[in-house]
């Protein structure tokens, strides 16, 4: 099956700065999502992103499908970013499952 | 997603004896599909469905069995747990395109002593 690959594995941060997470996978994908495991446990939807680049206020994405990464960017980090970030990901032959990275675990101190 | 319920929310139960998580979507969508996740790590796949009466396997499928009658509803079973199903378990639900985004509900964390 498909590898999905994020970097790095744990990010801190002070709050204000900058940061990338990178997802790299293997094989071509139909489907990639971002998601925001808050410390409550609840995995929330950042971006649905196949391919191009999507933007929600402090918070962006790119996915380069052809070259088989995306990155997430998080300006100007606080304290709430923290959590972890997973990326998951669809083969273009496999109609339903999702292959999950391991995740960064980001720490944004005050 | 206030579309998808899981129960119970938390279980603690003993080795050996059987335990079903119940999924219950409100969208009536076809996929469904259940991940545990281990501390440090990644969600897993247990198991999928694609409509009701259609089940398949994922990446972890041992020791769990699933069923679905009604497309609203995927429960997972453990049949005679194991120290070693201590984990959260999610459900998800995906949107009805085929590149559809998935949907989490809120987890249930089980563990088993």
């Known amino acids: 099956g498909i590898q999905v690959e994020q970097s790095p594995p744990d990010l801190i941060l002070q709050e204000g700065a900058n940061s990338t997470l990178r997802c790299n996978f293997s094989d071509s994908v139909n489907n990639l999502q971002w998601f925001h495991q808050n410390p409550w446990g609840q995995l929330i939807n950042l971006f649905y992103?196949?391919?191009g680049t999507k933007q929600n206020g402090r918070l962006s994405a790119t996915t380069v499908a052809t070259e088989r990464y995306s990155l997430l960017y998080i300006s100007s980090s606080q304290t709430t970013d923290s959590g972890v970030y997973f990326c998951?990901?669809?083969?273009?032959?496999?109609?339903?499952?999702?292959?999950f990275g391991d995740g960064t675990t980001l720490t944004v101190k005050p | 997603d206030a579309g998808i319920t899981q129960s119970p929310r938390y279980k603690i139960t003993e080795t050996g004896r059987q335990v079903t998580l119940m999924c219950h979507q409100t969208w009536s969508h076809s996929y469904m599909f259940w991940y545990r996740q281990d501390l440090g790590h990644g969600l897993r796949l247990i198991y999928y469905s694609a409509a009701a009466d259609i089940t398949d396997k994922g990446e972890v499928p041992d020791g769990y069995v699933v069923s679905r009658s009604k497309t609203e509803n995927f429960p997972l079973t453990l049949e005679s747990a194991t120290r070693s199903q201590t984990s959260v378990y999610f459900c998800?639900?995906?949107?009805?395109?085929?590149?559809?985004?998935?949907?989490f509900g809120e987890g249930s964390r089980l563990t088993v002593l």
């Open positions: 992103i196949p391919s």
């Open positions: 998951a990901v669809k083969e273009n032959t496999n109609a339903g499952k999702s292959t």
């Open positions: 998800a639900v995906k949107g009805q395109t085929n590149t559809g985004e998935l949907f």
